[in-house]
């Protein structure tokens, strides 16, 4: 059976991997085919037009919009939209800013705990698009401040915590409505660490699909939303949330997938 990752990040947002870097190794773990969708930009997607992908390989270009519904904190992966158009750009430069603007204020905050870290460390030598509180944690570790992510939020990034910022707030049914109006389909991403009445909640902003498969789910978690989805005729996908191998507790790209055939990426 052919298979597709549809949740893989690059270091065009927090991933570890170049485009070309993680579709290599996608084809290394015998997949058909792998989705790219950073957070809040599309250069990491835009890029693959540049490499030379074997046939055999599908890249479905994508995003994973970061929103807010009902003061929670909702993500929307999107698929197949027009990623040139300049509505979507011209949004994406604004997250992007609000982006840095966060991380400066970020910085300033741990200023005060005598953690001293300029922007262009967290930036690193090749800065991402996508900037945001998981640079900020690899530059902790770096430093020696904390011993991985999960210390770095549980102690300064989280929301609650020392040095968090709140961030700009797209809202979910913003990111649904662009998605659909650019041709793309929308899903919602990782459904299984909400609970039931957000994803209702999402559901009535006009979601067309639900990632089923994803390394946080519990097998009852699988089935519960696997059963929703089919109830409600939705589209059922799934990926590894792949970023790097430290966050993601050795998790790899093709870890969970669906069969390529049952997704229209064309």
Same mark, same amino acid.
């Given at each position: 059976?052919?298979?597709?990752?549809?949740?893989?990040?690059?270091?065009?947002?927090?991933?570890?991997?170049?485009?070309?870097?993680?579709?290599?190794?996608?084809?290394?773990?015998?997949?058909?085919?792998?989705?790219?969708?950073?957070?809040?930009?599309?250069?990491?997607?835009?890029?693959?037009?540049?490499?030379?992908?074997?046939?055999?390989?599908?890249?479905?270009?994508?995003?994973?919009?970061?929103?807010?519904?009902?003061?929670?904190?909702?993500?929307?992966?999107?698929?197949?939209?027009?990623?040139?158009?300049?509505?979507?750009?011209?949004?994406?430069?604004?997250?992007?800013?609000?982006?840095?603007?966060?991380?400066?204020?970020?910085?300033?905050?741990?200023?005060?705990?005598?953690?001293?870290?300029?922007?262009?460390?967290?930036?690193?030598?090749?800065?991402?698009?996508?900037?945001?509180?998981?640079?900020?944690?690899? *530059?902790?570790? /770096?430093?020696?401040?904390?011993?991985?992510? !999960?210390?770095?939020? &549980?102690?300064?990034?989280? +929301? %609650?915590?020392?040095?968090?910022?709140?961030?700009?707030?797209?809202?979910?049914?913003?990111?649904?409505?662009?998605?659909?109006?650019?041709?793309?389909?929308?899903?919602?991403?990782?459904?299984?660490?909400?609970?039931?009445?957000?994803?209702?909640?999402?559901?009535?902003?006009?979601?067309?699909?639900?990632?089923?498969?994803?390394?946080?789910?519990?097998?009852?978690?699988?089935?519960?939303?696997?059963?929703? *989805?089919?109830? /409600?005729?939705?589209?059922?996908?799934?990926? !590894?949330?792949?970023? &790097?191998?430290?966050?993601? +507790? %050795?998790?790899?790209?093709?870890?969970?997938?669906?069969?390529?055939?049952?997704?229209?990426?064309?």
């Amino acid at each position: 059976m052919k298979l597709i990752d549809m949740h893989v990040h690059t270091n065009a947002s927090d991933g570890a991997l170049s485009p070309e870097e993680a579709i290599q190794r996608a084809i290394e773990n015998g997949l058909s085919g792998m989705a790219i969708t950073d957070h809040d930009t599309v250069m990491g997607a835009l890029s693959v037009n540049q490499l030379n992908i074997p046939d055999h390989f599908t890249v479905i270009k994508g995003i994973e919009f970061s929103t807010m519904l009902n003061n929670k904190e909702i993500h929307i992966l999107g698929y197949n939209l027009d990623l040139e158009d300049e509505s979507l750009q011209n949004l994406l430069k604004r997250i992007q800013n609000f982006r840095g603007d966060r991380v400066h204020k970020i910085l300033q905050k741990l200023e005060r705990f005598n953690i001293s870290l300029d922007f262009q460390e967290v930036q690193g030598i090749e800065p991402p698009d996508s900037i945001g509180r998981p640079h900020v944690a690899k *530059a902790l570790i /770096r430093r020696g401040f904390v011993r991985d992510v !999960s210390e770095a939020f &549980d102690r300064y990034l989280a +929301k %609650g915590r020392l040095a968090y910022v709140e961030r700009y707030k797209l809202e979910t049914k913003e990111a649904i409505d662009l998605i659909k109006k650019l041709g793309g389909f929308s899903v919602l991403a990782h459904p299984g660490l909400l609970n039931e009445k957000d994803i209702l909640s999402v559901l009535e902003k006009g979601i067309e699909g639900i990632e089923v498969y994803h390394p946080k789910h519990s097998q009852y978690a699988v089935k519960d939303l696997f059963d929703l *989805a089919t109830a /409600r005729n939705l589209i059922i996908t799934g990926g !590894s949330d792949f970023h &790097d191998f430290s966050m993601t +507790k %050795g998790n790899d790209i093709g870890s969970h997938t669906i069969p390529i055939d049952s997704i229209a990426y064309d």
